[in-house]
């Protein structure tokens, strides 16, 4: 059974950070590229910031400079490091596992609330 497992997310002011965790369980995760997605409310889901089995990384324009996403392969998992949050930042943070042939998995999503 594949499991994504978010936490990290809460309550922050303008301007602080956060870091979001993904542990990842019931897949090979070092073949896997694996993403951060969000969704704010009424907007659509929107990648956020991925990274692929040889740790290179891409970020929509909003995340850069900003945003830093990382993984370990021995513990499975994939963080996102936020700072400098602002609150257009607000929304679900989704982790996603991607596998070679295109199969996705999600995990639950964690809340994110940049104040102002």
């Known amino acids: 059974q594949v499991q994504l497992v978010e936490s990290g997310g809460g309550l922050v002011q303008s301007g602080g950070s956060l870091r979001l965790s993904c542990a990842v369980s019931g897949i090979i995760f070092r073949f896997y590229t694996m993403g951060w997605y969000r969704q704010g409310s009424e907007k659509p889901r929107e990648l956020v910031a991925s990274i692929s089995t040889s740790g290179s990384a891409n970020y929509v324009d909003s995340a850069k400079g900003r945003f830093t996403i990382s993984r370990d392969n021995d513990r499975k998992t994939v963080y996102l490091q936020m700072n400098n949050l602002k609150p257009e930042d607000t929304a679900v943070y989704y982790c996603?596992?991607?596998?070679?042939?295109?199969?996705?998995?999600w995990g639950q999503g964690t809340q994110v609330t940049v104040s102002s």
């Open positions: 996603n596992a991607q596998s070679p042939a295109g199969t996705d998995y």
